[in-house]
Structure formats: C-alpha cells, structure tokens
C-alpha cells in the first residue's frame, strides 16, 4: 500500500473525529425561547424623599401594548404626557417639598384601552424626626 492511497482514508477518519467531537455529528439546536415581555409596573427612585430632593418616576410599558400614548405624573407636582417611544418610560420630579404624592402612570393605546397602574405613594419629610415613622 502505498502513502497516496492511505491519506485520503485517513484524512476522512480524521475529518469524521473532529465531527463527532465538536459536537456537530446530527444534534439539534434547542429551541428559540421567546423573550420575556415586561409586565405594568411603576417604581419611584428614592422611595423616601427629604424636603427638596427629586424623584424618578420609571413606568415600564410591556410592548404588547403597542402605540399609544403614556402620562407619567407625581400628581401635584409634574405630569408629563407623551407618545410611548419605549418600553420604559421616565420623568423627573425636582425640588419635591415635604408631604405624601400620588405617583401614576396612565396608557391610551391606539385602540383606545385606557390603562392605569396602581397609583403609589411618595412620603416627603418636613424634618429629621418624621423620617423614623416613613
């Protein structure tokens, strides 16, 4: 046998090997999982305030819900009402003075659902001695 004949054989035991070993030798891929949509949620960032800090007010907006329309708002404060542009919709109280707010968030979609999340509530501290009762 000659060197020129047991190459090629060789060359596709070889080629066979490497198949089986890297794990290309007829596996499936796994399935795609979908992604996780993003449920209705408010959150305000601090959950406590001190008289004249800020407060973000985040409403995550899942994106089934489409087109539409979204007011954010620490009522009494500032609202802002926009188109939806994301899944997460931010506004920024400034200055917020001591006392309890209503934080909301409110959704139109383009077929006219009028969507609410539960409204929370931000507690602002006229002094340091009321903040052992936030």
């Given amino acids: 046998m000659s060197w020129?004949?047991?190459t090629p054989l060789a060359g596709q035991?070889?080629?066979?090997s490497?198949?089986?070993?890297?794990?290309?030798?007829?596996?499936?891929a796994a399935p795609v999982q979908p992604p996780v949509e993003?449920?209705?949620?408010l959150k305000l960032t601090p959950a406590v305030l001190l008289e004249g800090s800020?407060?973000?007010i985040t409403c995550n907006v899942p994106e089934s819900y489409g087109r539409g329309r979204i007011r954010v708002a620490l009522?009494?404060?500032?609202?802002?009402?926009?188109?939806i542009e994301?899944?997460?919709?931010?506004?920024?109280?400034?200055?917020?003075?001591?006392?309890?707010?209503?934080?909301?968030?409110?959704?139109?979609?383009?077929?006219?659902?009028?969507?609410?999340t539960q409204a929370l509530?931000?507690?602002?501290s006229c002094n340091a001695d009321e903040m052992d009762g936030l």
Wanted: aromatic share 6%.
């Fill in 18 to 28: 490497v198949f089986l070993f890297a794990g290309c030798a007829n596996k499936t």
């Fill in 86 to 116: 994301s899944i997460q919709t931010r506004v920024l109280a400034t200055q917020v003075p001591c006392g309890t707010w209503v934080a909301t968030c409110q959704i139109r979609t383009a077929r006219g659902e009028e969507i609410r």
């Fill in 54 to 56: 800020d407060v973000r």
């Fill in 38 to 41: 993003s449920s209705f949620a």
């Fill in 121 to 124: 509530v931000a507690r602002g």
């Fill in 13 to 16: 035991a070889l080629l066979a």
């Fill in 4 to 6: 020129t004949t047991v």
């Fill in 75 to 83: 009522e009494g404060i500032v609202a802002s009402e926009r188109a």
